[in-house]
C-alpha cells in the first residue's frame, strides 16, 4: 500500500507565497507521475500541475502558471508545489496524487492511483 503525506497547507495572503510537500511511502519502487490537484468550495476538483520523472514532462493549469511551479526530489519520492503570488481565488484543499505510470494525461485525476488526504489552503485578500 502507497501513502501519500502531505504538508504546508495553511494561511497565506495575497501577493504572498507557500510551499506543498507531498511525499509518498510504503512500497519499494518510485512513483513516476505525481502532482497536484485542488478543490475549492462548491467546486469540482481540479487539475494544478503535475510532472513525470521517466519521461521529464511538466504540466500546469493556466490558472497557476508563472506562479506556481512543480519540483520532486525522486530520491525521496517527494513533490513540491511552490506557490507565489497567491489569490484568494486559489483557496482550497490541496491533494498530491500519484501514479507508478509515466501518464501521457496528466491532467485527469481517473488516471492517479493513489491520493493524500488534503491539505487546505487558505488566502486571505
Known amino acids: 500500500q502507497v501513502q501519500l503525506v502531505e504538508s504546508g497547507g495553511g494561511l497565506g495572503q495575497a501577493g504572498g507565497s507557500l510551499r506543498l510537500s507531498c511525499r509518498a511511502s510504503?512500497?519499494?519502487?518510485?512513483?513516476?507521475?505525481m502532482g497536484w490537484f485542488r478543490q475549492a468550495p462548491g467546486k469540482e476538483r481540479e487539475f494544478v500541475s503535475a510532472?513525470?520523472?521517466?519521461?521529464?514532462?511538466?504540466k500546469s493549469a493556466d490558472s497557476v502558471k508563472g506562479r506556481f511551479t512543480i519540483s520532486r526530489d525522486n530520491a525521496k519520492n517527494t513533490v513540491f508545489l511552490q506557490m507565489n503570488s497567491l489569490k484568494p481565488e486559489d483557496t482550497a484543499v490541496y491533494y498530491c496524487?500519484?501514479?507508478?505510470?509515466?501518464?501521457?494525461?496528466?491532467?485527469?485525476?481517473?488516471?492517479?492511483?493513489?491520493w493524500g488526504q488534503g491539505t487546505q489552503v487558505t488566502v486571505s485578500s
Open positions: 496524487a500519484a501514479s507508478p505510470s509515466a501518464l501521457q494525461i496528466m491532467t485527469d485525476q481517473a488516471n492517479y492511483n493513489y
Open positions: 510532472s513525470t520523472w521517466s519521461s521529464a514532462r511538466t
Open positions: 510504503g512500497r519499494a519502487f518510485s512513483m513516476d507521475t
